[in-house]
């Protein structure tokens, strides 16, 4: 059954499951929510098959490996041999205790292992229908590699970026998709973390939206949609409460322990917003919220003077095991 209607508006509506035909493929959609697309739209939802991942640190490396074991041909880069065997290793390392806990068989882990290539040549990514950018929170390196990605990848690849808070559209305006471009902002840990949101631009169309909500159900995340704006639904929410837990202390009001205790046993955290900050890693904690602060100039947002003590220090939580808690 073909929906395509030359020229027409997409709708969106609940219909039941049905196929799209385009040319010789079909495209099965979920019986859960059907649009009706515009031929164009039509010819660009896809379901992916090969996904490529740009940056192998606490993100890049959780993104490949759920893929992977969802069963998708997974390229992962880093900038460096070094970067890259670090970030792989630290995959094969929770693969191998998924087996120890039998949470995973070992033909489990061997095929995902076997899915997944790790790379320094941002060239392989020229087969992926989809690419995850999850580097450093610096939106003119962003741009950079969502420019290079537009000229190597085919005119299908879905480009996603993991940002935390910058504008999704500012990369989309680096490629000449802005359609194919949105964000795919995943948790951490990210096999752990059920929840995905998905940022759409004014540019991103209901085409590539489809595939995103698709992709991310196949990894077995609950997506919420947001518009591109600064923080999105989390950060947004969070950036403050970690910035005043933060503050609290410089105040010496109460401790780190103390703060997180408060907030864990009186609010039912499962954990503390200095814990939590440590676990992201205070240099993007700062790198978000002087992102958020220089969009929308509220005070809230504004970093306080012992955080950027912290990260100059290179205190950046369980990444180099001191942050505000020390971790072997
Ligand atoms: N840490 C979190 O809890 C968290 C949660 C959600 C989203 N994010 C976002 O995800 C992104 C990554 O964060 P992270 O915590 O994984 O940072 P990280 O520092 O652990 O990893 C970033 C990696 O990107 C690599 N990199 C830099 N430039 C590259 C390039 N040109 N090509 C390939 N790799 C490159 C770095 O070498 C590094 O290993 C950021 O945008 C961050 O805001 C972080």
């Known amino acids: 059954m073909f929906l395509g209607n030359s020229g027409a508006v997409a709708l969106t509506q609940f219909i039941p499951c049905v196929t799209i035909e385009i040319g010789n493929s079909l495209l099965e959609k979920s019986p859960r929510k059907c649009n009706i697309l ?19 640190g606490q993100m890049g490396g959780g993104i490949a490996h759920v893929c992977a074991q969802a069963g998708y041909d997974v390229v992962v880069s880093e900038i460096s041999d070094e970067f890259l065997n670090k970030g792989l290793a630290a995959i094969e390392a929770l693969l191998n205790k998924s087996v120890q806990k039998e949470r995973i068989t070992q033909e489990d ?14 060239g392989d990514f020229s087969e992926c ?9 610096n939106l003119d390196l962003k741009k950079k590699i969502f420019g290079e990605l537009d000229k190597i990848c085919p005119e299908r690849t879905v480009l996603a970026t993991n940002t935390s808070c910058l504008s999704v559209m500012d990369m989309a305006a680096a490629t000449v998709r802005p359609d194919r471009v949105l964000g795919m902002h995943f948790f951490n840990p990210v096999p752990v973390m059920k929840l995905l949101e998905i940022i759409r631009t004014t540019a991103t169309s209901e085409a590539t939206l489809e595939t995103a909500r698709d992709f991310g159900e196949s990894l077995g995340k609950t997506y919420v949609i947001v518009q591109d704006s600064p923080g999105f639904i989390v950060n947004r929410l969070i950036t403050p409460q970690i910035m005043n ?10 401790s780190a322990k103390d703060i997180d205790t408060a907030m864990t046993l009186g609010v039912n955290y499962p954990m503390g917003p200095l814990a939590l900050a440590d676990l992201i890693g205070l240099d993007t904690v700062l790198f978000i919220a002087n992102g958020i602060y220089d969009k929308l100039r509220d005070e809230q947002y504004a970093a306080p ?3 950027k003590k912290m ?15 020390e971790y072997t």
Request: hydrophobic share 40%; glycine share 12%.
């Open 38 to 56: 515009t031929d164009k739209e039509a010819a660009t939802f896809m379901k992916i098959g090969k996904v490529g991942v740009v940056g192998c």
């Open 109 to 122: 882990r061997d095929a995902t292992l076997a899915r997944l290539k790790g790379t320094t040549d941002t």
């Open 129 to 137: 229908d989809l690419v995850i950018e999850a580097t450093i929170e």
């Open 245 to 254: 837990a933060i503050r609290m202390i410089e105040s010496g009001i109460a």
């Open 305 to 307: 003077a012992l955080l």
């Open 311 to 325: 990260v100059d220090d290179g205190q950046l939580g369980r990444k180099t095991g001191k942050g505000f808690y």
